[in-house]
């Protein structure tokens, strides 16, 4: 993980912009939280994002 920040869960244009900010991303992690992340990744993709599912860390370990 190189960078984090939370956005808004409408649109994502402000999110692209911050990334693009720190120059040309290779991938993006999404963590999969039901619906928001299944969205979050099908709206970057259809911005020509690569997206990569991150799954949830097991927090009982």
Known sequence: MLWHREFP???T????AWMHGYGEESSIGVE???????????ELTRNG?????????????
Do not use: F, H, K
């Not at 244009?13 to 692209?16: A, E, M």
């Not at 999969?32 to 099908?42: K, Y």
């Not at 994002?49 to 370990?61: G, I, S, T, Y």
């Open 9 to 11: 869960a409408i649109g």
């Open 13 to 16: 244009t402000s999110l692209c």
């Open 32 to 42: 999969n939280t039901d619906s928001l992340g299944a969205a979050l990744a099908r």
């Open 49 to 61: 994002e690569e997206v990569v599912e991150v799954n949830r860390p097991n927090r009982l370990a």
